[in-house]
Every structure is written in structure tokens, then in C-alpha cells.
């Protein structure tokens, strides 16, 4: 089953989950927990980087900042 077949597999088991098999239950929460993770795993790698820029930013501020205190001209 390639991995087209086995989306379209899952999808119709989790629309008609009440009828499905405890076997096809069991490939969808397994397909699910591995999605799941997957996205999990993406948005923590984005909010690190989400953080790396907001510190990046702020310390290139700060720095104009000073800068333009002094004589306050651009």
C-alpha cells in the first residue's frame, strides 16, 4: 500500500470510526500519534526560532536606541 492509499485508507476509518475495526482503529491512532508528533516537533522548532529572531531584533534595537539618543538625528 503506498503512501496515498494508506491516507485515503485512514481517512474513510476515521469517518465511519464507530463501524471500523478494532484493527483499523488501532492504524489510525498509530498514523495519528505519528502525525502528531511531527506537528508537535514543527512548531516547537518554529517558536524556537520565533524566539531567536525577537532576541535578535531587540538587541539590534537597543543598539540603535543608543545611538540615537545622543544627538537624536538620523
Known amino acids: 500500500m503506498n503512501k496515498k492509499e494508506k491516507s485515503e485508507k485512514i481517512l474513510n ?4 470510526y464507530k ?3 478494532n ?3 488501532a492504524l489510525a491512532m ?15 522548532k518554529g517558536t524556537e ?8 531584533y531587540n538587541m539590534v534595537l537597543k543598539e ?7 544627538n537624536d538625528n538620523r
Do not use: A, C, G
Not at 476509518?13 to 465511519?16: A, E, G, M, P
Not at 526560532?49 to 535578535?56: A, F, P, R, Y
Not at 540603535?64 to 545622543?70: A, D, F, L, T, V
Open 19 to 21: 463501524n471500523s475495526s
Open 30 to 44: 498509530d498514523h495519528l500519534q505519528e502525525d502528531f508528533e511531527f506537528t508537535k516537533n514543527l512548531v516547537l
Open 64 to 70: 540603535y536606541q543608543k545611538r540615537m539618543k545622543p
Open 49 to 56: 526560532q520565533i524566539d531567536k529572531i525577537e532576541m535578535t
Open 23 to 25: 484493527k483499523d482503529l
Open 13 to 16: 476509518i476515521i469517518k465511519d
